[in-house]
């Protein structure tokens, strides 16, 4: 029923067709490049290059459909919120004044250990903040489908108004359909003008509450520390309206952050849990990459055994490093998160060949 080519799973497998034709003749089976071979003798062949088939028709959703949350069955949880802005208006000043100001934590001056991402709690509730460099990482999440964010916090430099990246920042949370809250950076500068960078938003269709407009815009200083509780408040205020919510009680879902290999601790990867709760020892799908969790860390490099919705986490065990924006989906077997990684690395092989395939043709028009 079933048949494939000897060239398409030469394609496939990207070994060479004649390779797979020795191999035909081997098994005593008919064999040249446009031979259609079922099923078991594809199987066959494959496993003899360490290769697994699949029957088509195989659809990962089969495997990996999320199931319905019933609305009892989900939790109120905390905000996700990336801070983005200008180079230089003081995205990364914001985060650490932010943890300073973590009256639960209150480890100021502490070894702050970089994975990404932050968890603060605070009197009035807790928050997660991503702290992604540049607008690439929001760029890639967003390619791949990763809705990540639920509140975008835009600092704009009271000294410098609206930049180039103020604006792309603008755009990306629109078209991602993140809410924008601004905070209007290094007012304690002798040249900040408030107004100006009001104005200058209000050319961007950000309009401050304070003139009929729908975004809420915090004065502050970074680094005098004004105006920060303020603008947390206003986070958890905003946070509150989206009423954010997830199942816990579930195998988990997320998203990588960023990944990275560790000399010592091999491929480490932060992700955001989205929904469910991550433990050590879960078997996990995770881009191309399949694995069971061998430890798991929170943003203090503490080790931890599980997280739950909207918690970053370190994750060690990974059986290679996965992208940002990759899914890390938990499943109830190794060999069904075996089948979706294997099934994930096929279509990537045949993506770059494809690829490849398309260069060199360029390449021979060009000399022709
Ligand atoms: P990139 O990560 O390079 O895009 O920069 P950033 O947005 O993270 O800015 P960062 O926090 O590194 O701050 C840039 C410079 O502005 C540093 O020298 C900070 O000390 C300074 N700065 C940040 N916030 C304030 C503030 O509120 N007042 C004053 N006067 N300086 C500030
Ligand atoms: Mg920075």
């Known amino acids: ?20 034709i020795k191999k035909l003749l081997l098994l005593g089976l ?6 259609a071979i079922d099923f078991d003798a594809a199987a066959l062949v494959a496993s003899e290059f360490g290769y697994e088939v699949e029957k088509a028709g195989f659809e990962e959703e089969d495997i990996l459909q999320a199931t319905e ?29 932010i943890r300073h100001t973590n009256v639960i934590d209150g480890e100021a001056g ?62 990306h949370s629109k078209a991602a359909q993140v809410p924008i809250m601004v905070a209007i950076n290094k007012i304690d500068k002798p040249n900040a003008n408030v107004d100006r960078v009001k104005r200058e938003l209000a050319e961007h269709g950000l309009i401050p509450e304070e003139w009929g407009g729908d975004t809420t815009m915090v004065e502050i200083s970074a680094k005098k520390r004004m105006g920060i509780e303020e603008l947390m408040e206003m986070v958890l205020l905003q ?11 579930k195998p988990a879902r997320g998203r990588v952050i960023e990944a990275k290999l560790d000399k010592g601790r091999g491929p480490v990867a932060t992700v955001l849990v989205q929904e469910g709760t991550l433990r050590e020892g879960d078997v996990y799908v995770c881009g191309t990459y399949f694995g069971r969790v061998r430890s798991l860390f929170d943003d203090k490099g503490r080790r931890i055994s599980e997280a739950g919705p909207s918690v970053p986490v370190e994750v060690l065990g990974l ?19 075996k089948q979706v990684a294997e099934h994930r690395q096929m279509k990537h092989r045949e993506k770059e060949l494809s690829r490849s ?12």
């Open 239 to 249: 946070a509150e309206l989206l009423e954010l919510k997830a199942n816990p009680n």
């Open 69 to 97: 949350d019933k609305p009892e069955d989900l939790q109120p949880r905390p905000p996700v919120v990336t801070v983005m802005g200008h180079v230089d208006h003081g995205k990364t000043s914001l985060l650490d004044a």
């Open 30 to 35: 008919p064999a040249n490049i446009n031979q």
């Open 319 to 337: 059986s290679g490093v996965p992208n940002a924006g990759d899914d890390f989906i938990v499943l109830a077997d190794e060999k069904q998160a």
């Open 110 to 171: 502490g070894i702050t250990q970089h994975i990404g991402a932050y968890f603060v709690e605070m009197d009035g509730g807790r928050i997660t903040f991503l702290d992604t460099p540049g607008h690439e990482a929001f760029t890639a999440m967003r390619a791949r489908g990763a809705k990540v964010t639920d509140l975008v916090i835009l600092v704009v430099a009271a000294d410098d108004g609206v930049m180039q990246q103020t604006i792309e920042a603008i755009n």
């Open 357 to 368: 395939t398309k260069v060199t043709l360029e390449r021979l028009y060009e000399q022709i």
């Open 1 to 20: 029923d079933e048949a494939i080519t000897v060239a398409n799973l030469a394609k496939q497998m990207g070994v060479k067709a004649t390779e797979i």
